[in-house]
């Protein structure tokens, strides 16, 4: 059975033959492509033609956002960020130039 989904940038989507989830990241009108990007990161651009003779069907966000992060640990989330204060902002940009290199 083919999908008559279209692709949506952003949009989340279920591959019933593999398994697997993905996400559109891009569609190119002109070259008729898509572009996705699958829960553990990995970026496949396909036909329009390989789209619609696909078996997917409309999906969710996964819970855990860490698939295409390879974030292991609930620790190393980010929840323990905190603000930066403006006066650390105003660094000297000639901290980060290659040396020799002028204006």
Do not use: C
């Amino acid at each position: 059975m083919t999908t008559e989904n279209d692709p949506i940038i952003n949009n989340w989507y279920f591959h019933k033959d593999k398994g697997q989830q993905f996400m559109v990241i891009a569609v190119d009108q002109d070259k008729e492509l898509v572009e996705m990007q699958h829960f553990d990161g990995n970026v496949e651009e396909i036909s329009f033609r390989n789209w619609y003779d696909m078996e997917i069907e409309i999906g969710t966000a996964p819970e855990n956002w860490s698939g295409a992060t390879d974030v292991g640990e609930v620790d190393d989330y980010g929840t323990e960020v905190t603000d930066t204060k403006p006066e650390e902002w105003d660094e000297p940009l000639e901290e980060f130039r290659p040396p020799g290199v002028k204006d």
